[in-house]
């Protein structure tokens, strides 16, 4: 340890320092059930460890009984344990390994949310397509949303695949948010 420097879990914090930082990208996809953000701390150059610890106080704080990682790596995971917060490691993977690997995420997910006591966070790297499209994704497989209701028409596409781009296509985080009752910010 150098001079000067403070192991931030052993200092006492007050004020609203003491309640931490929101995670950034943090929404409701399920009103206070179901939440996701990009990872605790920033993502790639931009990750801070205080910032991560700080965001990790802030989600033990109001509750969050697990945390759903979907990042390639093992990052963070340990953070969370010290931080009292249970956690699961499900890599999201490649996009043509979606298939295999979507099942097992929804399914845990799932499975946390069939105790009305629990408090879930979904993260990955940032928050993005991809993070959404997941999400979408669950929303169908739990039957919080009608297949029926997510239809677009060929011009803009909105679920399904495109054949101009010959790839699949899911709700942007605009048009999600603005569209979608379940999927709100925080504060809004």
């Known amino acids: 340890r150098t001079r000067g420097s403070r192991d931030l879990a052993m200092t006492t914090m007050r004020g609203r320092w003491a309640q931490g930082l929101e995670p950034r990208g943090f929404c409701w996809v399920v009103q206070d059930r179901l939440a996701a953000s990009e990872r605790p701390g920033g993502f790639a150059r931009n990750h801070r460890k205080v910032r991560r610890q700080e965001e990790l106080i802030w989600l033990a704080g109001h509750g969050f009984t697990h945390l759903l990682s979907l990042l390639d790596s093992p990052h963070n995971l340990h953070a969370y344990g010290e931080a009292g917060i249970a956690y699961e490691h499900l890599p999201l993977g490649r996009h043509d390994e979606w298939p295999t690997r979507l099942p097992p995420i929804y399914a845990t997910i799932a499975r946390w949310l ?59 985080h605009d048009r999600l948010r603005r569209g979608r009752r379940l999927f709100r910010p925080a504060g809004r």
């Open 114 to 172: 069939d105790d009305p006591a629990e408090l879930v966070l979904v993260h990955h790297e940032e928050f993005g397509d991809r993070l959404v499209g997941v999400l979408t994704g669950y929303l169908l497989y739990s039957g919080f949303v009608d297949p029926d209701q997510c239809r677009g028409d060929r011009r803009r596409p909105f679920l399904g695949t495109s054949e101009r781009q010959g790839r699949s296509h899911s709700l942007s």
